[in-house]
């Protein structure tokens, strides 16, 4: 667990899956798919179909809770791009419009990657946005990360083209920005 004052980022427990469920797939169009995204379908499901699958994100390493005020709002994530070379990508989501806006993001990913570069032997992470996700965007910036990759005009959402944004930092950037 790591705590910033109010927010906190943790492993999922068995009594977060009700919560985690209302906020990813109790809905058909959530507001923060519009976000995340959206070129992606998303399908709801109900509570009964989610709890098996749900079970498998308890005490993951790869999928934690962000708590505010003791209440989940979201949650931050990772995958392996290539896991032999340690290219590790990250992602996170608020998913009510009442958290964003405010410097969360901000601090739960900063939490996120330190706790990242502290327990496993990573040379960079990053994530991949799209160029309609300002905030994003500026999330990144405000972590002291590199835009490294803009693949333009991939990305196809309610008939206009957007580009893939990558950004990354090295271990080496984040231990100077620390």
Do not use: C
């Amino acid at each position: 667990m790591y705590t910033d004052n109010e927010l906190t980022i943790r492993p999922v427990k068995t009594s977060d899956l009700n919560r985690l469920w209302e906020l990813i797939y109790k809905e058909e169009q959530p507001e923060w798919k519009k976000w995340d995204a959206p070129y992606y379908p998303h399908t709801a499901m109900t509570l009964e179909d989610f709890l098996p699958t749900g079970a498998s994100l308890v005490d993951s390493k790869d999928f934690w809770v962000i708590e505010v005020h003791n209440e989940i709002r979201g949650i931050v994530s990772y995958y392996w791009e290539h896991e032999p070379s340690k290219w590790l990508e990250i992602g996170i989501v608020f998913h009510e419009p009442t958290s964003w806006g405010k410097g969360l993001g901000t601090r739960a990913m900063k939490l996120w990657i330190d706790h990242l570069f502290s327990t496993m032997p990573l040379i960079r992470v990053g994530y991949t946005t799209w160029s309609g996700n300002d905030r994003m965007i500026r999330v990144g910036e405000k972590l002291g990360m590199t835009l490294e990759a803009r693949i333009r005009k991939v990305r196809l959402y309610n008939g206009e083209y957007y580009d893939s944004i990558r950004m990354g930092l090295l271990r080496e950037e984040w231990e100077k920005i620390k």
